[in-house]
């Protein structure tokens, strides 16, 4: 969608495992750390009263016999550990858990989050990645699969929510998941079958009877699969479905505009 | 003893569930757990019945008592998680720290459990499997993947079964760290697609990470030849066995619109064939670390 309506922002909130690059092949990139503040403790100054282990819901310090112990990965940054601590022993440093990439290719302008290996939480880098949203620009964001955190965070602030999925039962199973989290969240949102034809109703008679909107549906297609395994994104080799794609897009404009 | 086997993928959508269901099949003394608690699917093609269901409580969230409120904004400002607004908590972004409780000069605030999910025991027609649902808009996902881990391994060491075959969450993050620390083997299931070379590597590095041997196998080997050749040869270089190559066949999403598994939809099948050396080689890889 990006690639056919002209100037966007497209910012790749799949921080885990961000894939958009791997279509647009950006060269210049400019690339920034991504920190968070991190509890480092004074050991001079520690009398190992455990008053911050017993404060932390997320088992993130340990006080032994002779030293206390931050695991940072499990650390929420909430600053808990720091207010409690009655010897101001506790500062916080910054650290960097993962990076944010951009570059403009053509039209386009992206902006892309990469986690560190081995580092969990993916919703401080997701924030980040979402504070390069321009207000006065197309902003199109690709969220992680799931319901958890991660994509509650992405999806947050849109105006619109186009869900992804596949006639398949597993795709039904998770789009029904995702749209009792998209309710939550009152977000209006509609639906876009990918690989239409591999699988079964299952979807579209939800679709219908949920009264849920079916945007667009794309075929199954082995020339898709196959540019897609080699990078390239089908729009460019099959241009046809640009139209397709700014018809979806001026669609989706017209029921946000009809819904306010 | 019992073995944990966790079949992951880094990127979503590559055959991860369908294939991990085969070998829960093929392999016959299994506990099944579906560790991709916030989009499970394994249940749909296990039918399982369910025998006991537990709440999951593991964190809390912040509730303020209007009447003792005086509405300084001394926890707005306090709260890094920006989920306090006009004295109003929103219950998605709290994180259950405690921060605004332990500031509030007037005790208007409290911390109180909140449920988070429901982990399941149950039944199903190939053994028994620990499963779970996550609540729409909850957090949290490492620690109830925890507790399906838990229950999994105390299903098979009550019932003298050796191994849990965990079906894994895509991504690198927390879901995953929780289902792969300290198992004995990852199995990665791949697509040889740019995105999803790219997502195996990181997924790879995870496990180097975490220390588990890590065993891969590609998912519609002949969409992109080139590709899969790329697979092969990083994976040699990083000490990753290749456990085999399945082609494209509408058979995969067939026997999953049937609700079943591969082996139980087409026995003779040759993707089955496939499956079955690869599980044999599973097992002696799992036999020869102990």
Request: glycine share 8%; aromatic share 4%.
């Amino acid at each position: 969608m990006a690639l056919s309506i002209g100037a966007t922002n497209l910012l790749d909130c799949d921080v885990e495992e961000p894939n958009v690059h791997t279509l647009l092949h950006p060269t210049k990139l400019q690339t920034s750390s991504v920190t968070v503040p991190t509890p480092l403790v004074n050991q001079d100054k520690c009398t190992l009263c455990g008053k911050c282990a017993e404060f932390c819901q997320f088992n993130a310090i340990f006080v032994g016999k002779t030293k206390t112990m931050i695991y940072e990965e499990m650390c929420h940054s909430c600053g808990g550990c720091k207010l409690v601590c009655p010897d101001d022993a506790i500062t916080e440093v910054e650290r960097s858990i993962g990076k944010i990439h951009q570059s403009s290719i053509g039209q386009t302008h992206l902006v892309y989050g990469e986690l560190s290996i081995g580092e969990p939480i993916a919703t401080t880098l997701i924030k980040a990645v979402k504070e390069q949203v321009k207000a006065d620009a197309i902003n199109i964001l690709d969220a992680p699969p799931g319901t958890a955190c991660p994509v509650i965070e992405t999806m947050r602030e849109s105006d619109y929510l186009v869900l992804v999925t596949e006639p398949t039962p597993f795709g039904l199973h998770d789009l029904s998941m995702a749209i009792d989290v998209v309710r939550e969240l009152k977000i209006p949102f509609g639906v876009v079958i990918n690989r239409a034809g591999i699988g079964d109703e299952g979807v579209t008679e939800f679709c219908k009877k949920n009264d849920v909107p079916l945007l667009l549906e794309i075929p199954f297609n082995r020339q898709i699969a196959e540019l897609y395994s080699r990078g390239i994104p089908f729009v460019e080799e099959m241009p046809e479905w640009r139209q397709q794609f700014k018809d979806l897009f001026n669609h989706i404009v017209e029921l946000i505009q009809n819904g306010e | 003893m019992v073995n944990e086997i966790a079949v992951i993928s880094g990127k979503g959508g590559t055959g991860k569930t369908t294939v991990c269901a085969a070998l829960g099949v093929i392999a016959e003394d299994v506990v099944m757990a579906d560790c991709d608690v916030d989009a499970p699917d394994l249940h749909i093609l296990l039918s399982p019945s369910i025998k006991t269901a537990t709440e999951f409580v593991a964190s809390k969230v912040a509730v303020i008592d209007e009447d003792l409120c005086t509405e300084c904004g001394i926890c707005e400002e306090a709260c890094r998680f920006s989920a306090i607004t006009d004295s109003r908590v929103d219950p998605i972004s709290c994180e259950g720290c405690g921060v605004c409780e332990y500031v509030c000069p007037e005790d208007a605030i409290q911390m109180v459990e909140r449920q988070s999910g429901n982990l399941y025991d149950s039944d199903t027609r190939i053994g028994r499997m620990a499963h779970a649902k996550l609540l729409p808009g909850e957090g949290n996902s490492g620690r109830l993947v925890t507790e399906v881990r838990r229950l999994g391994t105390k299903i098979a060491t009550d019932n003298g079964i050796s191994t849990v075959l965990i079906d894994g969450s895509p991504g690198i993050g927390c879901p995953v760290i929780a289902t792969v620390t300290g198992i004995k083997l990852g199995i990665i299931v791949t697509e040889p697609t740019m995105s999803g070379i790219h997502d195996m590597r990181r997924v790879l590095e995870l496990l180097g990470k975490f220390r588990v041997k890590a065993t891969v196998i590609i998912n519609k080997f002949d969409l992109n030849l080139e590709n899969t050749k790329a697979i092969e040869k990083f994976c040699r270089e990083n000490d990753a066995e290749i456990l085999g190559k399945l082609p494209f066949d509408p058979i995969m999403t067939k026997s999953m619109v049937a609700g079943t598994t591969l082996p139980e939809f087409s026995p003779e099948h040759e993707l089955v064939k496939m499956l079955e050396k690869m599980w044999k080689r599973v097992e002696s890889i799992v036999k020869s670390s102990q």
